[in-house]
């Protein structure tokens, strides 16, 4: 089994920042793009930031210059630095994979359960 686990979500002041974390576990022959998506009470999960086994990312432009995606392809890791955050940034966080259990095997994506994010004073 494959498991996407996140972590480091609470709750933060607005202007505060938080890091997130989610580790991928279990038989894992290739990861491809990893990301971050969201969804807010009442509205669609979103994309917030992706990024390529080879580090080439991209960000939904509400998070541009606040939100950094990073990950360490060795601990089969992605990570969210959140900075700035304002209170519409509120939400839950959910970790997303698209990765290879076996070397012939297609690609599939893989969903962490979220981590919720509170941004409120």
């Known amino acids: 089994q494959v498991q996407l686990v996140e972590s480091g979500g609470g709750l933060v002041q607005p202007g505060g920042s938080l890091s997130l974390s989610c580790a991928a576990s279990?038989?894992?022959?290739?990861?491809?793009?990893m990301a971050w998506y969201r969804q807010a009470p009442g509205k669609e999960r979103e994309l917030v930031a992706a990024?390529?086994?080879?580090?080439?990312?991209n960000y939904a432009d509400s998070v541009k210059g606040r939100f950094t995606i990073s990950r360490d392809n060795a601990k089969k890791m992605v990570y969210l630095q959140m900075n700035s955050l304002k209170p519409e940034d509120a939400a839950v966080y959910y970790c997303?994979?698209?990765?290879?259990?076996?070397?012939?095997?297609?690609?599939?994506?893989?969903w962490g359960k979220g981590t919720l994010v509170t941004v409120s004073s």
């Open positions: 997303n994979a698209n990765l290879k259990r076996l070397w012939y095997s297609n690609g599939v994506d893989y």
């Open positions: 279990g038989i894992i022959f290739s990861i491809d793009a």
């Open positions: 990024i390529t086994s080879g580090g080439d990312t």
